[in-house]
């Protein structure tokens, strides 16, 4: 991938017909309203109406890294939650990342989406499984649901120390030892694109319906921002709508 798009778009949404973007760091500055108001800008907004995204207002949670699924009705801050979920036709739902993984999950059938936050302390409370349940339990089909994976750190950059790893062998002994590969004493390289996925799979997800590019934030600061690589800097904003029947 070359050049300076301000944002990317997953295939299986698109097909699907749900309005959504992936942003880069060549996206409009992202401006985040402190207290529940409009956290983008207006050259923000222009590309979020070209995509179908601006409806309402997003909807957005105070994301702190646990697996609570909010369910949003209302653009604006739903609170603490690291997943929304909404059935409301063309409301936005987003997630602000910078390495961990952003999800969307879309039921074409019920016309539900939800959208998650993954690091890895979201992973280790299986925030992507739970956010796929919340669709099913919500009447979804398992096997027709739709999953995209954003950019995020792969597992080429993401070292992770002994208290990551023991948070992990907790939440699934005898799990962990496929996700992560030694890298000295004391250090493992971590692919959470590998437990994300088994845990959409484990909520009944069909794998040809996983859709994840593998673009790693790290490796890439030419499109990304990266929190490991850059600290705190930017951070990139998913946003995904259920469409709005024609
Ligand atoms: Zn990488």
């Given at each position: 991938m070359t050049g300076r798009p301000p944002f990317l778009t997953s295939p299986l949404l698109e097909a699907a017909g749900v309005p959504h973007l992936f942003t880069t760091r060549y996206f409009p500055r992202l401006e985040r309203a402190a207290n529940g108001g409009w956290p983008f800008g207006p050259a923000a907004r222009a590309l979020l109406g070209e995509r179908g995204l601006l409806q309402d207002p997003?909807?957005?949670?105070?994301?702190?890294?646990?697996?609570?699924?909010?369910?949003?009705?209302?653009?604006?801050?739903?609170?603490?939650?690291?997943?929304?979920?909404?059935?409301?036709?063309?409301?936005?739902?987003?997630?602000?990342?910078?390495?961990?993984?952003?999800?969307?999950l879309f039921d074409p059938t019920g016309r539900r989406l939800a959208v998650a936050h993954a690091g890895w302390r979201g992973t280790a409370q299986s925030v992507a499984r739970v956010a796929a349940e919340a669709l099913t339990r919500a009447g979804a089909p398992r096997e027709r649901l739709l999953a995209a994976i954003g950019p995020s750190i792969g597992p080429c950059c993401y070292e992770v120390d002994l208290p990551v790893i023991q948070r992990l062998g907790s939440a699934f002994p005898g799990a962990w030892p496929a996700w992560v590969t030694p890298a000295g004493p004391g250090k493992w390289m971590l692919d959470l694109w590998k437990v994300n996925e088994e845990q959409l799979r484990s909520a009944g997800v069909d794998p040809s319906r996983i859709d994840n590019p593998r673009l790693c934030t790290a490796c890439r600061l030419d499109l990304f921002f990266s929190y490991r690589r850059e600290g705190r800097g930017g951070s990139l904003a998913t946003v995904a709508a259920v469409p709005v029947s024609s």
């Amino acid at each position: 991938m070359t050049g300076r798009p301000p944002f990317l778009t997953s295939p299986l949404l698109e097909a699907a017909g749900v309005p959504h973007l992936f942003t880069t760091r060549y996206f409009p500055r992202l401006e985040r309203a402190a207290n529940g108001g409009w956290p983008f800008g207006p050259a923000a907004r222009a590309l979020l109406g070209e995509r179908g995204l601006l409806q309402d207002p997003p909807a957005f949670a105070r994301q702190v890294h646990g697996a609570e699924v909010a369910e949003a009705r209302a653009g604006g801050s739903v609170g603490r939650a690291d997943a929304l979920i909404s059935d409301r036709p063309g409301l936005p739902l987003a997630v602000f990342t910078a390495d961990c993984l952003p999800i969307v999950l879309f039921d074409p059938t019920g016309r539900r989406l939800a959208v998650a936050h993954a690091g890895w302390r979201g992973t280790a409370q299986s925030v992507a499984r739970v956010a796929a349940e919340a669709l099913t339990r919500a009447g979804a089909p398992r096997e027709r649901l739709l999953a995209a994976i954003g950019p995020s750190i792969g597992p080429c950059c993401y070292e992770v120390d002994l208290p990551v790893i023991q948070r992990l062998g907790s939440a699934f002994p005898g799990a962990w030892p496929a996700w992560v590969t030694p890298a000295g004493p004391g250090k493992w390289m971590l692919d959470l694109w590998k437990v994300n996925e088994e845990q959409l799979r484990s909520a009944g997800v069909d794998p040809s319906r996983i859709d994840n590019p593998r673009l790693c934030t790290a490796c890439r600061l030419d499109l990304f921002f990266s929190y490991r690589r850059e600290g705190r800097g930017g951070s990139l904003a998913t946003v995904a709508a259920v469409p709005v029947s024609s």
